[in-house]
């Protein structure tokens, strides 16, 4: 079954350095997401992207963090200068559609810890 | 603001026991509402998507309901197989000014099941 792949599983980090979460998505998906969960919280979206541009971000997204897909098969969220409230797992997503009866497939998640 | 609620928070079941979850929601306009199940560490995985009242959706030992203010995930007669955090979403109107959404799902914040052999 396919599967949506992200690296690393964990990363440490330092306060005030950029980090990089990686993911590879389906490969006929044209949907992509990242979404956090802090340790006991929810859920929680960040941010959608579909034909190579954003297209709905959340207030947690600020100007900290952005999205790309340099390839036609990463999907990345880079974070500029960690903060410790930063620490989270991480996970991206990704659709063939907007919902539908198949949902969003999501990968196992980058677990951040910043220190 | 869309809101959803899970309850119990936990539930803890002998094996054999059906029982129900609850996911109460409260939003603007329903495009969606979604049952994961979380196992620790891993991401959501997908179960069930519900589009309006009355759907009904079944997989293997689960059943997932749908009214205009709530949905129900039905476990009947649990193994242990089926303990995790079991997760409510719902997908609404928003994103741009059209009132599109893109996918951005609003999560409950679980249910924790484990059933006991």
């Known amino acids: 079954e396919p599967e949506v792949t992200q690296t690393p599983s964990h990363q440490v980090t330092q306060m005030g350095q950029e980090v990089i979460l990686r993911c590879v998505p389906i490969?006929?998906?044209?949907?992509f997401y990242w979404y956090r969960q802090i340790l006991g919280q929810k859920v929680e979206f960040l941010v959608s992207f579909y034909n190579n541009e954003i297209s709905e971000k959340s207030e947690i997204f600020d100007d900290q963090f952005s999205v790309e897909r340099p390839d036609g098969s990463n999907f990345t969220l880079k974070i500029r200068s960690t903060k410790l409230e930063d620490s989270a797992m991480y996970f991206c997503?990704?659709?063939?559609?907007?919902?539908?009866?198949?949902?969003?497939?999501f990968g196992s998640g980058t677990r951040l810890t910043v220190v | 603001e869309d809101q959803v609620t899970q309850s119990p928070e936990a539930l803890r079941l002998q094996e054999g026991e059906s029982s129900s979850l609850n996911c109460s929601y409260t939003?603007?306009?329903?495009?969606?509402l979604f049952w994961y199940r979380q196992d620790p560490g891993k991401g959501p995985e997908f179960l069930f998507t519900?589009?309006?009242a009355g759907e009904e959706k079944e997989k293997e030992r689960l059943k997932a309901t749908l009214t205009k203010k709530e949905s129900f995930l039905h476990i009947t007669a649990p193994k242990p197989e089926d303990s995790a955090t079991y997760l409510c979403a719902v997908r609404t109107f928003g994103g741009d000014a059209g009132g599109t959404s893109y996918g951005k799902l609003t999560f409950g914040q679980g249910t924790i099941l484990t059933v006991h052999p």
């Open positions: 939003v603007s306009g329903l495009r969606g």
């Open positions: 519900l589009y309006s």
């Open positions: 997503a990704s659709s063939e559609f907007v919902g539908g009866n198949y949902g969003y497939t």
């Open positions: 490969s006929n998906h044209l949907y």
